[in-house]
């Protein structure tokens, strides 16, 4: 029989064992400058992803039905032009009014019906599915507005740190003429960023090489 | 357009990132699969916005209480070395990560998922699926009992095995924090012939191993492992070029 071992997250604080970073520098308080703990380094997500990452709820940045609300479909194409069926792909973005459900935005986190604004699929049909809601447009920091977008993660089985990339939308051509970081890439480049119209909602597919290699971010 | 906010005044941390030199690289030429899939292109920096600086809260309510056990399912106890994995986590100022999301998945005592992809001719284990999940506590914490995963064949280069390793998936508060990686047991000799051990660079490798715990090993039940987790966090230098006037 299992041993019960109770919550598992109620351990008492041992004020006795201060954490220590692997480097030997006793943690005395917050670490900055030249004091700072390395982060952990990133791995593949590799070919199992579906044993720990499947959510049923998973493609809903939206909750089903809610007003507004479209798909977001694409598939994700490896350097020889194969679609790749084990990779998940991750957004997140912004609501309607240009809120986030999340408390690190500085205007407060916002609470829009419906919405969680993240959402994760993985393509093992060939393709992935999002349903959500087209985001607002918010401050670009430099005076401007940004367009509407959606930030995006790829993972699979041979990218060994996640990708980044960002989905605009094509019925949105005058804000993605404002967009600071629309501005900053070539034409081509723009277009890979680009969600077209689709049957139920919007079409975005990812090359992850080749001609066509989608523009990724460093963040 | 509704509730749209308008530029100004706002202050936005920025995250801090690694060097090349202590970072794993997206491609790696001796990890095979990375040939096709890795981008070749140098990646286009994104300033830290608002999308950037914002993340998903996603805690206790993705999880059951069985999550943080994974050595029992299907009423039946799991074949293996029982072993507690514990350890913070916190981002790179120190300051820990309260209720985050962590999710573990991994192979079973015999080295085999229960994925249809996996095949080789090792036994599954009606009593493990090797899914778990916990949310941190108030100081960063987390811990789950599993049982030790074994090595596994992979077909990458002639006999290759991977060490032994629990796949963790973590957010922090933000799209930048997010996390996929892999924790390792110490000191396995398998550790030399593995690429995705050996794409992280050397200096960075030791922060990918769990330590051997004996604190918190537990008397006659289960040995234990120890494994912080350390997510970026926000760049603390003051900004030098802030309020320099419009750069469009």
Do not use: C
């Not at chain 1, 994760?120 to 507005?145: C, H, N, V, Y």
């Amino acid at each position: 029989m299992s041993k019960p071992i109770g919550n598992p997250l109620d351990v008492p604080p041992n004020p006795s064992e201060p954490f220590q970073p692997r480097s030997g520098q006793r943690g005395s308080g917050f670490l900055s400058g030249p004091h700072r703990l390395g982060t952990t380094p990133s791995a593949t997500v590799g070919p199992y992803l579906a044993i720990g990452l499947s959510w049923a709820d998973g493609e809903f940045a939206a909750e089903e039905g809610t007003s507004g609300g479209f798909w977001i479909r694409g598939t994700v194409v490896d350097g020889a032009g194969a679609v790749v069926p084990d990779a998940m792909v991750e957004t997140w973005q912004a609501d309607p009014d240009g809120g986030f459900p999340s408390p690190e935005d500085p205007r407060g986190a916002a609470t829009y019906p419906g919405f969680r604004g993240y959402a994760r699929a993985q393509t093992l049909s060939g393709e992935f599915s999002i349903f959500t809601l087209k985001p607002g447009r918010l401050p670009d920091g430099e005076g401007g507005l940004q367009a509407p977008h959606i930030d995006v993660s790829i993972f699979a089985r041979g990218i060994l740190d996640r990708v980044v990339t960002r989905i605009y939308f094509a019925d949105e051509a005058e804000a993605n003429a404002e967009d600071v970081v629309l501005r900053g890439l070539s034409d081509e480049q723009r277009s890979t960023l680009i969600a077209t119209p689709g049957d139920d909602g919007y079409r975005f597919d990812v090359y992850l090489q080749g001609e066509r290699e989608t523009v990724f971010f460093a963040v | 357009m509704t509730g749209t906010t308008t530029g100004g005044g706002l202050h936005l941390p920025r995250y801090t990132q690694e060097d090349a030199a202590t970072r794993t690289p997206v491609g790696f030429p001796d990890y095979r699969s990375t040939g096709l899939r890795a981008p070749l292109r140098t990646p286009v920096d994104l300033p830290h916005r608002l999308t950037e600086v914002t993340g998903p809260v996603l805690g206790e309510d993705r999880v059951l209480a069985h999550d943080a056990d994974l050595t029992w399912r299907n009423e039946g106890e799991a074949i293996g070395q029982r072993i507690l994995v514990h350890g913070r986590v916190l981002d790179s100022g120190g300051r820990p990560v309260p209720g985050a999301l962590v999710e573990v998945w991994q192979a079973n005592a015999s080295g085999r998922y229960r994925h249809v992809v996996d095949n080789w001719p090792a036994p599954l284990d009606p009593h493990f699926d090797g899914l778990g999940r916990v949310v941190t506590d108030s100081l960063g914490r987390y811990e789950f009992l599993t049982i030790k995963p074994g090595a596994y064949p992979w077909g990458n280069h002639h006999n290759a095995w991977r060490p032994a390793h629990i796949h963790f998936s973590l957010f922090g508060r933000a799209f930048t924090q997010r996390l996929v990686t892999q924790m390792y047991f110490p000191e396995d000799p398998l550790f030399g012939q593995d690429p995705i051990f050996n794409a992280i660079p050397a200096p960075a490798r030791h922060r990918a191993i769990s330590r051997y715990s004996l604190e918190r090993t537990q008397d006659n039940w289960a040995l234990a492992y120890e494994w912080d987790i350390v997510l970026r966090g926000v760049d603390q230098t003051p900004f030098e070029t802030e309020d320099d006037g419009d750069v469009a």
